[in-house]
């Protein structure tokens, strides 16, 4: 078993303080907090080295992840960012003004559109992707491939209930 870290520390000093609270649930998500803070400065590098912002990488990577013609509606976009459909309109119009996508007019319906990837979008979403899988990797490196699939499927138990 490793040595103690922080949030064995923080612990400690609250039972020390509280015996008469149950510290168990800090055991678990404070260590997801302080891992998701180390994921989120990996996620942050991935992205800036391909001159992406997170929001954009959000989105791009929902246009890349459908597949060619790399096209989503702004409606389907926003249910799949979780973002409000004001954000995904901001969203859009920066990420056009950069010349990472384009808006199409749906042909069936002529109200409607489409957000298109354009090859830049794709060269950069490719690029972010690809570092940011190996820094993922490198964040989970202690761990053993069965170790890895235990804590997958541990994790997406308890999101479950959020998703």
Same mark, same amino acid.
């Given at each position: 078993m490793p040595g103690n870290d922080e949030v064995d520390r923080i612990v400690d000093a609250w039972l020390r303080e509280r015996p008469d609270l149950d510290f168990a649930p800090l055991q678990v998500l404070s260590?997801?907090?302080?891992?998701?803070?180390? /994921? #989120? &400065?990996?996620?942050?590098?991935?992205?800036? &080295?391909?001159?992406?912002?997170s929001w954009e990488f959000d989105v791009l990577s929902a246009l890349r992840r459908e597949?060619?013609?790399?096209? /989503?509606s702004p409606k389907a976009l926003l249910q799949q960012t979780l973002v409000s459909?004001?954000?995904? %309109?901001n969203r859009i119009d920066?990420?056009?003004?950069?010349g990472l996508v384009t808006r199409r007019t749906d042909p069936n319906d002529g109200r409607g559109i489409f957000v298109v990837m354009n090859p830049d979008g794709l060269i950069r979403v490719d690029a972010a992707i690809t570092r940011l899988v #190996? =820094?993922? =990797?490198?964040?989970?490196? %202690?761990?053993? =491939?069965?170790? &890895?699939? &235990?804590?997958?499927s541990l994790l997406r138990k308890l999101s479950l209930d959020f998703d």
């Open positions: 260590r997801v907090g302080r891992l998701a803070k180390h /994921l #989120d &400065r990996a996620r942050r590098t991935a992205f800036s &080295r391909s001159e992406l912002e597949g060619a013609p790399y096209e /989503l459909s004001g954000t995904m %309109t920066r990420l056009v003004e950069r #190996d =820094a993922e =990797a490198e964040l989970l490196s %202690t761990l053993t =491939a069965a170790e &890895r699939e &235990r804590l997958a």
